[in-house]
């Protein structure tokens, strides 16, 4: 680390959070060689995102992935950094701080973003093993690690943060209880309304909630064991997680004889008391607000960073429009301004039972001054924007709950594209990047892709919907330099997309590959190894019963039936319905490991028995011998259903709520033998703690006490996905249901070899949900298309070729020829 340069002014901060560096990286970008830069960090971390805990004690980012600066670029912007070291003390006379190390460090100008500390109510108990905060990382550790000792979890608050950590912990394998003190969640961003449809949905989903609970004490003996409520009511559990609410952290300003009240009262110019002393983020009180989401501290950040660089005309800080995103499995909720009015205010409502969307717009003299959304918040951005500019929305009001779309499809507005966006309109509220900046940087640094603005500013880096707007800027931009790539064809036998040759199969009802291949006109008359397999996929779906399958267009493994292996023998795996088997499968599979000499057995992570090194010329016999014991085809070489991996459920274990074997056994009784784009796996877990790994499933199912959790679109191996939550169902007959509708939406949309991950991040969740979960007629005729495939299919086709019947010399061995 280079010495201090006389010629350099001395900056120390205090706080390595999210605010604070926010504040440097501006700084660096307005005044790179002005401050010689110190900063002192109570956590023993580099700078990471706060915000994306939540998806690390949900299993979806590991800590590593969460980090925004790592130490090389502390060093590389020559910033000396103290992790695990919190100042203790201030000296605004001497212009010192003191660490708790001992270390005293001389500033010119001091930042603080000291950040804010979890509200802890002095209730009996909290010492007890078993309770923390959800604050940092050493709380999402300790969480994490409590989920794999405990089966059930209490969190105390209903906010924002307490149903991240509800969530997280269910996600997790906990049995999760909400205890609220109020009769409705999250109502500092949601009316009473919104609230509701809330918790009923969280309800479905398997967390308990324990509204209007005072929690009197925490009680147990060595470790805690529940929660007792001032009525008398109690909650079992040995992880009590504490999730009230921040208070700013105003100690260290306090003793320095800084003016503090509820924060650190601030300026417009984010200075405190002391003109040499800024303050950013949490700790910050300005004009009597304290602010606990990410977008007003991005815009401190921008002003504070403009007066240390002394660029002190140029903006101020006048107050941040609170506006609230959450998206909590699946549920998407948005709030701002002033939702819940006044006597001097009107209220449009919009209430969609059957898509459970809700709409308020608060009014007041014809201007939008809050708005609540829940279930869909596409036109969130425009009622933010209306608000903000206090526009008069009386032209359009009738229709304005009906979207900026509609609306301007009646003319009454111009529907706005990129260009016509002022530079310092925000394009990324997750980041806090302006259409300015993306567009000086896409210039400055000759940008092309969307990937590299994601590198160069953040736009888009987070949750990714704002992606479309990005694009938009680099189109706008660019002009012709900039192009979306072109959808390539299926192969290069054909121009024509995947999608595009499925639904000339289906308009122009063509029901062979020599068909297809001359009205689409290939190029080559016989195809080629990558279009021959998709087109006898595509044609097997869309005429089942009338096409005949083309044997030859197959790889090697569906048309031996089994896997074939480095040294040229294959694997044999039986199907085992839901994992079980039985003591007669067992000694048949005995004897005919015997018989044939086979080399090697193993159990599968998909619950089944693969004996490896079977000959192809044995494979006839080995499945007759297999199928005398009434074992079938485990179809482990194909892109078929393969598994359905299953938990004892509750018929054995003690946190069962359901019986998981029999639901994946029906499962499996249900979809064996169907053909799908790609392989296919499903899973059925009898509690939450989900044993059998339901949510990295192609479908999976969580038994919840009230039914049971639908999950899609999960895979393990080298790209893990989880699952996405569909929704919840009562009965094994609508899991059945929902199940055969899902895997048929799959077959007769997805791309041959695209599994069903990729699919739906293509398609969108959205969209799967609305053909399966809200069009009910829909979903009963997919379900019927798969049930009558499902006739042609359930063949076995081990018996068939044990027989003898079909493809008689497709397993003989070659003749030795004498030279």
Known sequence: MNAHSPLKERLVVIGNGMAGMRAVEELLKRAPDRYQITVFGAEPHVNYDRILLSSVLAGDKEIDQIAINSRSWYEENDIQLFTGDPIISISGAARTVVSKNGRVEPYDRLLLATGSRPIVPPIPGLNLPGVCTFRDIADTEQMIAASTRYAKAIVIGGGLLGLEAANGLLRRGMNVAVVHLMDTLMERQLDIQAGKLLQR??????????????TEEIFGATQVEG??????????????VMAIGIRPNIDLARAADIEVNRGMVVHDDMRTSDPNVFAVGECAEHRGKTYGLVAPLWE???????????????????GSVLATKLKVTGIDLF???DFNGGEDCGELTYHDTTRQVYKKLVMREGRVEGVVLYGDVTDSGWYLELLRKKEDVTPFKD??????????????IKLPSVEDFPDNYQICGCNGVSKGTIVQTILGKGLCTLAEVRTHSKASASCGSCSGLVEGLLAATLGDAFRKPKEPGMCRCTE????????????????TIPRVMSTLGWSTPDGCHSCRPALNFYLLCAWPGEYVDDAQSRFINERAHANIQKDGTFSVIPRMWGGTTSAKELRAIADVVDKHTIPTVKITGGQRIDMLGVRKEQLPTVWRDLNKAGLVSGHAYGKALRTVKTCVGSEWCRFGVQDSTAMGIALEKMTWGSWHPHKVKLAASGCPRNCAEATIKDFGVVAVESGWELHVGGNGGIKVRATDFLCKVATEAEVLEYCAAFLQLYREEARYLERTAPWIERVGLDYVKGRIVQDAAGRKSLQDRFLYSQQFFQQDPWAERASGETQPAEFRALANVDS
Request: proline share 1%; hydrophobic share 40%.
């Open 201 to 214: 949905e969280l309800d479905e989903r398997g967390i308990n909630f324990f509204m209007n609970g005072q």
């Open 335 to 337: 709030s701002a301004g």
């Open 399 to 412: 229709a304005i709950l009906f979207g900026q779309a509609i609306v301007a499809g009646m003319g009454k």
């Open 496 to 511: 024509h997309t995947h999608d595009e040759v499925r639904r000339q199969i289906i308009e122009q009802e063509l029901k």
């Open 300 to 318: 401190m950040a921008k002003v504070c960073a403009d007066h240390l660089a002394g660029d002190e005309q140029t903006s101020n800080y006048s």
């Open 227 to 240: 929660v007792r409520l001032a009525d008398g009511r109690e909650v079992p559990g040995n992880l009590v």
